[in-house]
Nanobody, 127 residues
Framework: QLLLVESGGGLVQSGGSLRLSCKAS????????VGWWRQAPGKEREGVSC????????YYGDSVKGRFTISRDNAANTVYLQMNSLKPEDAAMYFC????????????????????WGRGTLVIVSE
């Protein structure tokens, strides 16, 4: 069974940091591009960051550039999202997804098979 599980969310003060994890089981995550999305109540899902499988190239949404960093640990079969300088507007449910994309990565959620999405981890940022 292919499974992605997000963890690391929680309550943090504005300006603080969190590290989210996206752990895969049942498949090797290093063969896949991985993306992170977030969705706040009443808002559309927003692409946050992604990392390629071919050369670990990365891409960030404009709202998180310079504050968030995506990375892989292949031995742990996990992709991380380090989030620094958190703002109240970063509060959301964060999801990861994986897809075999030949080059680069994508923040278009429709490029990812719906069976390779996690259930999310909640990030709350207080003022």
């Amino acid at each position: 069974q292919l499974l992605l599980v997000e963890s690391g969310g929680g309550l943090v003060q504005s300006g603080g940091s969190l590290r989210l994890s996206c752990k895969a089981s049942g498949f090797r995550l290093d063969y896949y591009a991985v993306g992170w999305w977030r969705q706040a109540p009443g808002k559309e899902r927003e692409g946050v960051s992604c990392i390629s499988s071919s050369d670990d190239s990365t891409y960030y949404g404009d709202s998180v550039k310079g504050r968030f960093t995506i990375s892989r640990d292949n031995a742990a079969n996990t992709v991380y999202l380090q989030m620094n300088s958190l703002k109240p507007e970063d509060a959301a449910m964060y999801f990861c997804a994986a897809e075999q994309i030949p080059t680069g990565c994508s923040l278009n959620e429709y490029d990812y098979d719906m069976n390779r999405w996690g259930r999310g981890t909640l990030v709350i940022v207080s003022e």
